[in-house]
């Protein structure tokens, strides 16, 4: 069966810091690579995306960067902030989705 | 506009019985897709519908049975539950089924198996 391995489990970063997580995919065939955040009893909901023809993208304080390479693509959260706190998903595929075993992200005050 | 919805939000059920859960996509979306959610785990995919025709399915048992009706929503059947059943199961929407399509997801169904 097709892994998404994220890392790391969890994460505690202070206002302002700059959480990574980290995932790493098998099948070269997939070709979609979001990621979801998920707030406790909530649906998760998509927060950015990235095909792989680029190595980078950014929508507002929230980047992917894409190693096609190495299989592994990693979201950085700028300026974190409380509000941030939630757990982290992230998806590769081409038609259906497998999904990390996701992040949970504590940003203190 | 409404994003996905699912029902019931919660339920409880014994051992053995069945359940069935009930999705509506985005409006002008006509692919629905089903995903488990274990605590403390990612979702995993159960099943994709496109025009009512199955697209793809994962790995779960014959018990797991879904169906898409003509006005795109669908419906998540579960016989003879067990206790291992118990998670959120969400129900997803997406405009069609080509590759790297964006999927919306719903709020969910909190299935309890006692």
């Known amino acids: 069966q097709q892994q998404v391995k994220q890392s790391p489990q969890s994460l505690i970063v202070q206002k302002g810091g700059i959480p990574i997580i980290n995932c790493a995919y098998e099948n070269t065939a997939f070709d979609y690579f979001p990621w979801y955040q998920q707030f406790p009893g909530k649906g998760p909901a998509l927060l950015i995306a990235?095909?792989?023809?680029?190595s980078e993208k950014k929508e507002g304080r929230f980047t992917i960067s894409f190693n096609k390479s190495a299989k592994q693509f990693s979201l950085h959260i700028m300026d974190s902030q409380p509000g941030d706190s939630a757990t982290y998903f992230c998806g590769a595929g081409s038609y259906q989705l497998t999904f990390g075993k996701g992040t949970k992200l504590s940003v203190i005050p | 506009d409404a994003g996905v919805t699912q029902s019931p939000t919660h339920l409880i059920k014994t051992r053995g019985q069945h359940v069935t859960l009930r999705c509506s996509p985005i409006?002008?979306?006509?692919?629905v897709s089903w995903y488990q959610q274990v605590l403390g785990q990612g979702p995993q995919f159960i099943f994709q519908y496109y025009e009512k025709e199955e697209r793809g399915r994962g790995n779960f048992p014959d018990r797991f049975s879904a169906r898409q009706f003509p006005n795109y929503s669908s419906e998540l059947n579960v016989n003879a539950l067990l206790l291992g059943d118990s998670a959120l199961y969400l129900c997803a929407s997406s405009l069609d089924v080509g590759r790297g399509n964006t999927i919306y997801f719903g709020e969910g169904s909190w299935l309890t198996v006692v």
């Open positions: 990235i095909r792989p023809d680029v």
């Open positions: 409006s002008g979306h006509k692919s």
